[in-house]
């Protein structure tokens, strides 16, 4: 079963913007995750927070945890339009595999 | 560093044909590789994770037999589509560790660029 639903399920924005989304997981995990996909490609890793960190920042990003609402966020700064993707968060809990969630697909207008 | 290669990038087949999907770690042993399954505007799904010379361990409700997962060597693994049919069109992609199993290998993966199948 899905662990982590983002929201929005798609986002379109200005170049410059700050894109927010948002994850939502259900049950207690060991650590969360961001990817980026882009159209037709593989995933790439941006960032893992575990679940004792509150925020973690790379570069343009920025990451939330609230595990008392089973919940995180992805900032992206200042965006651009080749921050045009997909983004995933993928959940760890106990020993068993990644769980992905369905997406946020996010639209940088030039 | 970590690049890992999916060949071909894009296949179409027809109805009853099988298909082989090769994915090989380019500079480092993918001791661990999973495969999963992305249909359009949807998640990934785990379809199996295997690890060298060994059997792979399947998700429920993948068909084995049909998903045919081999795990031969530290860089190439590679997932037959069995007398695929048209259901099975989808995004396939693969991911590599060089750890072996457990939680350490899902939090170190490498993704591969995907296969877009086609059954006809």
């Known amino acids: 079963s899905q662990q982590g639903e983002e929201d929005p399920q798609a986002l379109s924005i200005q170049e410059g913007e700050n894109a927010t989304m948002n994850c939502s997981y259900k049950?207690?995990?060991?650590?969360l995750q961001w990817y980026r996909q882009n159209s037709g490609r593989g995933l790439v890793h941006l960032i893992l927070?575990?679940?004792?960190?509150r925020e973690k920042h790379s570069g343009r990003l920025r990451v939330t945890l609230d595990t008392s609402k089973k919940s995180s966020s992805l900032l992206i700064t200042a965006s651009r339009a080749a921050d045009t993707a997909s983004y995933f968060c993928?959940?760890?809990?106990?020993?068993?595999?990644?769980?992905f969630g369905k997406g946020t697909r996010l639209s940088v207008i030039a | 560093g970590a690049v890992v290669s999916q060949h071909p990038s894009r296949v179409i087949c027809k109805s009853g044909t099988s298909v082989k999907i090769e994915c090989r770690s380019l500079?480092?042993?993918?001791?661990?590789m999973f495969w999963y399954r992305q249909f359009p505007k949807q998640s990934l799904m785990l379809m199996a994770t295997?690890?060298?010379?060994?059997?792979?361990?399947?998700e429920q409700g993948v068909e084995k037999d049909k998903f045919l997962i081999n795990h031969a060597s530290l860089t190439l693994s590679t997932l037959t589509v069995t007398s695929a049919h048209p259901e099975d069109s989808s995004f396939y992609i693969c991911?590599?560790?060089?750890?072996?199993?457990?939680?350490?290998?899902?939090?170190?993966?490498?993704f591969g660029p995907g296969t877009r199948l086609t059954v006809l």
């Open positions: 295997s690890n060298e010379g060994s059997k792979a361990t399947y």
């Open positions: 049950t207690s995990i060991n650590n």
């Open positions: 991911s590599a560790s060089p750890v072996r199993g457990g939680v350490d290998s899902y939090n170190e993966q490498f």
């Open positions: 927070i575990r679940s004792n960190e």
């Open positions: 993928a959940t760890l809990s106990g020993n068993t595999p990644l769980v």
């Open positions: 500079d480092f042993q993918a001791t661990t």
